[in-house]
């Protein structure tokens, strides 16, 4: 009988029944019981938020799907999308939509060999202008099948942004490049005003949740990019709530602040669909306020810690405090 309810995959019914039916059952165990069966549990109440809609949101929609362009917002469905569009921001998606590697976590679907649109640039420069942004942040899947995993449509963004947009400031979010310090070159002689490359989980959790990718790479590619340009600054980014311990949480968050990143944001996993990584942990937001005090105490420029924290969340807010 519960196996087909389970089946339904309605957890909020099955959590009603078998909170009136098992006398001995208390709604904690039966969150486990849908844990252990890989069913997504209802969020804490501090992580809903209303399902985007408003008139900015659908100017903004509809201006990046005329131009062709997809944002990593709707991609990897942020729950801040409502929050950015309606300020006019967003991180835009390049190097197309599908990604070569398989993060456990992640909504972006993997696939190879997907053509580049060489025209992006140019693209990314005349929506963002339009949506009169004046911080861009510019993000890609992984590419792990171009020579350079696509560092020179990077740096082509990059210069298409600031030759039309006046004082622009351009945040780019790049994958590993697999450590290729060519790749990074030709991203930092670009001028980016951020680099941005996330660790985003704990150096155990790799092989269960980015099989495809390593921890020390990505640590390296952060030291790499701050010696290199001290001049520009550095960020990463973490997920919380993927199984990780607090000390293994506070480790990652050691091991990037020794590789000179300026920079920090820590926000809530939260999984994408019931064929991703099950959510381990909902961080409370005290629990948040007190890892961004930790940041901050180590001595990073910038820390945002929060349930709803992303990558790019409020990134211009945390670069204009440093100008
Ligand atoms: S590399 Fe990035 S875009 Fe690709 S699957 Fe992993 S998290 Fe998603």
């Known amino acids: 009988m519960f196996g087909n309810l389970i089946s339904t995959y309605n957890p909020k019914l099955l959590l009603g029944i078998v909170t009136i039916l098992g006398e001995k059952m208390s709604l904690t165990h039966s969150r486990k019981m849908l844990k252990e069966q890989g069913i997504r549990v209802s969020k804490p109440k501090w992580l809903r938020k209303p399902l985007p809609s408003g008139p900015e949101y659908e100017k903004i929609k509809s201006l990046l799907k005329k131009g062709g362009l997809h944002t990593v917002c709707s991609q990897a469905k942020c729950p801040n999308q409502f929050e950015c569009y309606s300020k006019g921001t967003a991180t835009f998606l390049i190097l197309g939509e599908k990604c070569t590697r398989n993060c456990k976590f992640c909504a972006i679907e993997q696939s190879f060999n997907e053509a580049v649109d060489k025209d992006e640039p140019e693209k990314v420069a005349y929506a963002a202008k339009q949506m009169g942004l004046k911080y861009v942040v510019v993000t890609s899947v992984t590419r792990d099948d171009l020579e350079d995993g696509g560092a020179f449509l990077f740096a ?37 005003d951020v680099l941005n ?25 952060l ?101």
């Open 156 to 192: 082509e963004v990059i210069h298409e942004l600031k030759k039309n947009i006046e004082n622009v400031f351009v945040e780019v979010l790049i994958p590993d490049f697999k450590g290729n310090e060519k790749a990074l070159d030709t991203v930092l002689n670009a001028n980016p």
């Open 197 to 221: 490359h996330n660790v985003e989980t704990a150096k155990n959790l790799y092989e269960k949740a980015r099989p495809m990718a390593d921890y020390d790479q990505s640590l390296k590619v």
């Open 223 to 323: 030291s790499y990019c701050k010696n290199k340009r001290p001049d520009i600054y550095v960020k990463s980014g973490l997920m919380a709530g993927l199984g990780e311990t607090m000390e293994e949480l506070l480790n990652t968050i050691k091991d990037i602040k020794k590789t000179g990143t300026d920079f920090i944001t820590i926000g809530q996993y939260l999984q994408p669909s019931a064929n991703h990584l099950r959510v381990e942990k909902f961080y409370t937001p005290e629990e948040f306020e007190e890892i961004k005090i930790i940041c901050e105490n180590l001595g990073f420029k910038g820390a945002a810690s929060g349930p709803f924290v992303r990558s790019s969340y409020k990134a211009f807010e945390m670069f204009s405090l440093n100008k």
